[in-house]
């Protein structure tokens, strides 16, 4: 996926992230995403070609900074309860 391609693909994902937190599940619909986004819904379904597939890229998004965060642990005592706290915290 080309630079351009992934940061309109992020673009998405950061506008969902937002309505998520902002106006909880039932307000994530395609219309709202795009519309935060700021693209057509066309160029939605150019990346995501359904609601399942945004869901799921979100999904993928989170498991992968959680990830991210776990191997950045140091292994000390708490330090993966730590990397929970930071993942289940954020605001986005």
Known sequence: M???AQASRDAILDAAGRIL???GGDALTIASVAREAGIS???LFYHFASKQELVEGLIERY????DRLLEAA????GSAVEAYIQSASRSD
């Open 41 to 43: 819904k066309g160029g």
């Open 74 to 77: 140091d292994g000390s005592p």
């Open 63 to 66: 498991t992968q900074e959680f």
């Open 21 to 23: 937190v902002r106006d």
């Open 2 to 4: 080309g630079d351009k």
